[in-house]
């Protein structure tokens, strides 16, 4: 499994948005997401182009354990 290197904030946002994930507020360039589906849930993304690779493996560490998802799955799909 290889972590994508070039991917964006928008499109990390427009990704989780397919797992019921939407926006719920901006500061600055750093934008909020929430989620009801499996308890609530709350994940900050930076609007970077592109994300730096640890912060976007800390983002997917956190999102595949809220959605009890493998994370080989998540980057598949990505």
Known sequence: MRIPRDISGNELI???SKY???A???TGSHIRLSTKTNGEHHI???NHNPIKIGTLNSITNDVCS???MDK???F???
């Open 44 to 46: 900050t993304i930076p």
């Open 24 to 26: 719920t507020r901006q």
């Open 14 to 16: 427009q990704y989780l």
């Open 20 to 22: 019921g994930y939407s």
């Open 66 to 68: 809220h959605l009890e």
């Open 76 to 78: 598949k799909n990505l």
């Open 72 to 74: 080989s799955e998540f």
